[in-house]
């Protein structure tokens, strides 16, 4: 039954995502490298077109481990925990599908549906990506300001990196992997749902995948984002209890 087979993939994501929080830190501490290298005084700063991010300093390619891990993260991490249960509240208030109730049934279907979804779209991306040698993972923005850094973080949901010097190019997985993850949901939803709605839903799941840019960018992300400032602001030996 649909409901059962749900519930095991449930099961599965809560059990990866006890791994998640060293992933994060790991993809976090990986970025971070990154835009911490001094750039090269000789080089020639790459222009920055009107429909692409601020450029990363001193770009490093990922390797494929940390590909995989960034993998890992978007699947099972905790913001993909947080916008399934989150959207799986938003679901239960409207009744959406109204046909998997309104009790704590149907709100565990719809939280594991929407991990399902979740999972499906980070494996397009990252397989999409491995064929295009796109570097999917999000670098926060070395510009400062609230509208440059909100407006790099949106254009990141549709662009990703490639090359030695990190350029910035349209990623096609970015932008196909949401909708390949809302289409799969098609497969446990109620039969009257059709591809129109799975276009639908699509459309919400690229505007969630904006919103965990927005997370990253603001929030978590780097030494400039909300819990980066926290983070330094304790003093020596509070950061070390908290460690």
């Known amino acids: ?45 790459p222009a920055e077109s009107v429909l692409s991010p601020a450029p990363v300093a001193a770009y490093t390619p ?10 890992a993260l978007q699947g099972f991490g905790p913001l993909a925990m947080l916008q399934a249960t989150v959207g799986g509240g938003i679901q239960q208030a409207t009744k959406s599908p109204p046909e998997w ?23 397009t991306h990252y397989g999409l990506a491995e ?3 796109e570097d999917i993972a999000y670098y926060t923005c070395q510009c400062k300001g609230l509208l440059p850094r909100l407006r790099h ?8 990196r490639r090359g030695a010097d990190g350029h910035t190019v349209f990623s096609f997985a970015a932008v196909a992997a949401p909708y390949a993850g809302a289409m799969t949901a098609l497969a446990w939803y109620p039969h009257r749902y059709s591809v129109k709605d799975g276009f639908r ?11 965990g840019n927005l997370l990253l960018e603001f929030i978590y992300g780097g030494p400039h984002t909300l819990l980066g400032h926290l983070h330094h602001s304790n003093p020596p030996e509070e950061t070390a209890e908290l460690r």
Do not use: C
Request: hydrophobic fraction near 45%; avoid cysteine.
């Open 131 to 133: 064929i295009s040698h």
């Open 201 to 211: 839903m699509g459309n919400y799941n690229l505007a969630d995948q904006a919103g």
């Open 153 to 160: 973080a949106v254009l990141s949901t549709f662009t990703g």
């Open 62 to 71: 990922p390797t494929e481990g940390e590909k995989l891990q960034l993998f």
């Open 1 to 45: 039954m649909k409901w059962k087979w749900l519930a095991a993939l449930s099961a599965l994501v809560i059990g990866f995502a006890t791994l998640s929080p060293s992933l994060m830190a790991q993809s976090a501490a990986v970025a971070a490298s990154t835009e911490s290298l001094p750039a090269d005084p000789g080089a020639t700063p």
């Open 101 to 123: 109730g309104s009790h704590w049934r149907g709100y565990g279907l719809r939280v594991a549906s929407n991990f399902g979804v979740d999972l499906v779209t980070a494996a």
